[in-house]
């Protein structure tokens, strides 16, 4: 886990050259908070940039001072008004570019149109668009954290640090539990539990597995010895070959055939890489780990995509009569389930981003069904949008952690349950070290390719 101690950390942070420049590229006062702290803890100043919006709404950047032959480091933090701040962003990087900056670095912690990396029906991948958009206005190097997909980074032909926030919350919950969790709590283990993502379609596999299983296809199984033999594949070590090898062990136990068993494996294997965000917490922190199964209903429907139309009159002609084009069946979503036992104990949902919270309202309603003590939800980008502190202040969820990746100061005055983590130290010490020419690999110290 990454850590680096306070003292120590202040001293090689004024170990800086001459020749960097920092600047924030926000016109809106309440997103300079980060960029601030990024420079108190670096030991220099803010550079001199007005940023502002003309009375027909262009945006129009003045760099005060020279930047010539010098690291420029734009830190750009996302407010509501998204498409504002992306012109504020681009309009500033080709400022720099213009003036002949030796490099520019942008630090952007949310990259915004992150969860717009898949073609969708007739839509566009948006994020591609920005990247190419930020590259083609000068921008040389990338600091972000924690993309939706990680495979973001491939839309760029610039270097990408893809930064991680889950140090800073795993010390949370350390502190937490130490501090006061741990006393409010009947027991003393936790259970961290994993709100898949459900626009994942890995979990497919899993969903059709279970519907069989409800609906009487699989006769041999009953929904109890399922949801136990799933609970049992899930906790098991190893990847889904070697999980696999161990059918024999699952088919004398529970006395079902070799096909049943390595059916059950390869779907749950599936279920196995969703995980992935949780399960790190909690080997981390050795706990035990649940999974929130289910799928809420698509926010677009299918019926108004105008692909599913009847082909118009005159090319009917053309279609030949025998040819018959299979159709698939509509999908009926199951409900929200838990695998895995959270009674008695402080459930912690781990996410990326925290935005639209219908979804987690809905996890949490499931896991005090079934028993959980405390509900936290731990996310490092909180967009909270819309009514969502009004919201998460009226549901069962106990407290909301993110990180200062965006502002949010004025959800927390909506909402007292919504807490904030500074990752402002792992962003300095990113510029320190690329603008000193020194490997990265620090701050990436035991993080595997899962987390």
């Not at 001459?18 to 803010?46: D, P, Q, T, W, Y």
């Not at 915004?112 to 083609?136: D, F």
């Not at 979990?203 to 799933?230: D, M, P």
């Not at 809905?362 to 028993?371: M, P, Q, S």
Request: aromatic share 6%; charged share 20%; with cysteine.
């Amino acid at each position: 886990m990454f850590c680096v101690p306070s003292t120590e950390l202040g001293a090689i942070m004024n170990i800086t050259k001459g020749g960097l420049v920092l600047f924030s590229a926000n016109s809106n006062s309440s997103c300079m908070e980060l960029s601030k702290r990024i420079a108190e803890r670096l030991g220099v100043e803010m550079g001199k940039v007005q940023v502002y919006q003309e009375p027909n709404r262009e945006t129009r950047v003045q760099i005060q001072e020279s930047v010539r032959g010098k690291d420029v480091f734009i830190i750009q933090t996302v407010s509501k008004d998204v498409n504002t701040t992306i012109m504020e962003l681009l309009i500033m990087v080709y400022a720099c570019k213009t003036s002949c900056a030796k490099s520019i670095i942008g630090v952007i912690p949310y990259f915004p149109y992150s969860k717009q990396c898949k073609m969708r029906k007739r839509g566009s991948i948006v994020s591609k668009l920005l990247a190419s958009m930020m590259c083609k206005a000068g921008l040389t190097h990338l600091i972000t954290m924690d993309l939706h997909q990680k495979e973001i980074q491939g839309f760029f032909n610039i270097p990408v640090d893809n930064l991680r926030a889950s140090p800073f919350l795993l010390q949370y919950i350390q502190e937490e539990s130490q501090r006061g969790w741990q006393n409010k709590t009947p027991g003393s283990d936790f259970a961290t539990v994993i709100h898949i993502v459900f626009q994942d379609r890995r979990i497919a596999h899993y969903t059709r597995l279970q519907e069989c299983c409800n609906c009487g296809q699989i006769s041999c199984i009953c929904k109890e010895k399922f949801l136990i033999l799933v609970e049992e594949i899930l906790q098991c070590e190893g990847t889904s070959c070697q999980l696999i090898k161990k059918s024999k062990l699952f088919n004398s136990k529970y006395g079902l055939s070799g096909r049943m068993i390595i059916w059950i494996l390869f779907s749950v294997g599936y279920l196995r890489l969703c995980v992935s965000r949780a399960q790190s917490f909690a080997e981390r922190l050795r706990l035990g780990i649940a999974v929130i199964h289910g799928e809420a209903q698509d926010a677009e429907s299918d019926m108004v995509d105008g692909r599913h139309s009847p082909p118009t009159a005159k090319y009917v002609a053309a279609i030949h009569p025998s040819l018959e084009i299979p159709m698939l069946i509509p999908k009926e979503k199951p409900p929200i389930t838990v695998v895995g036992d959270v009674g008695g104990r402080i459930a912690i949902i781990v996410d990326d981003i925290i935005d639209d919270v219908d979804s987690f309202l809905a996890a949490a309603e499931t896991l005090k069904e079934r028993g959980a003590y405390k509900i936290f939800v731990m996310a490092t980008h909180g967009l909270l949008s819309s009514d969502a502190p009004r919201l998460i202040e009226e549901s069962a969820i106990d407290e909301v952690v993110v990180t200062n990746t965006i502002p949010h100061e004025i959800q927390k005055l909506q909402c007292p349950k919504i807490k904030t983590v500074d990752i402002s130290m792992i962003l300095s010490e990113a510029i320190r070290r690329i603008h000193n020419g020194e490997s990265m690999s620090y701050l990436f110290r035991n993080i595997g390719v899962d987390d």
